[in-house]
């Protein structure tokens, strides 16, 4: 990893884009790094376009402000590339990942030419068979920590069963549930 890795987000409200971004910056702090995680508020509700943002550093961040040059882009619904411009100012070294069960194929077409890696994951798939429900944001945590070599895939997996046995403390299912979402898609992810 680079010095500071700048990730933007792409979703819809109410599909955890912004609790993904919050829990990366989470479990990065947790490994002593230099981190921000935070969403772009305006009139969000329930399945509008939201934004949501990630620094990860070695060392101290001194800007804050929105992401304009990203080094990778996360993008929770695929419906998002006719709708929004996801591909803006990404870097051409760095790469986009898509939850989607497309080929890169019928993606490609959707990218406004962009050339860098296309990393694609189908997280409906993984969060069905891991957890039961639909819930995109676990699977594309694990994927873009992956692509974008955040951490080490057992530090991750290590900080993230610490993190759900504190939110999910009276709920073992969930965290099993998540652990499996996490670890299915580190392998499922490709590009």
Do not use: C
């Not at 490994?31 to 939201?50: C, D, H, N, S």
């Not at 080929?103 to 050339?115: A, N, S």
């Not at 290590?158 to 993190?163: P, Q």
């Amino acid at each position: 990893m680079s010095s500071l890795t700048e990730i933007r987000w792409h979703g819809r409200g109410g599909q955890g884009a912004k609790t993904a971004a919050l829990l990366l910056a989470d479990v990065a702090f947790q490994t002593g790094k230099y981190v921000q995680g935070f969403p772009e508020y305006g009139p969000e509700r329930m399945g509008a376009p939201i934004t949501a943002y990630n620094r990860i550093s070695d060392t101290r961040i001194r800007v804050h402000s929105n992401i304009y040059a990203p080094d990778y882009v996360v993008v929770v619904d695929e419906s998002l590339l006719e709708a929004v411009d996801v591909t803006s100012g990404l870097k051409k070294e760095g790469g986009i990942l898509i939850n989607t069960e497309k080929t890169k194929e019928e993606v490609l077409p959707h990218l406004k030419g962009y050339e860098g890696k296309v990393f694609l994951i189908d997280a409906r798939k993984v969060s069905m068979e891991t957890i039961g429900r639909y819930f995109p944001n676990t699977p594309l945590l694990a994927a873009i920590v992956k692509v974008a070599g955040i951490m080490d895939e057992e530090t991750f997996l290590r900080e993230m069963r610490a993190s759900f046995a504190h939110k999910f403390a009276s709920k073992p299912e969930v965290i099993d549930g998540n652990m499996k979402a996490l670890e299915m898609a580190l392998k499922e992810v490709h590009g």
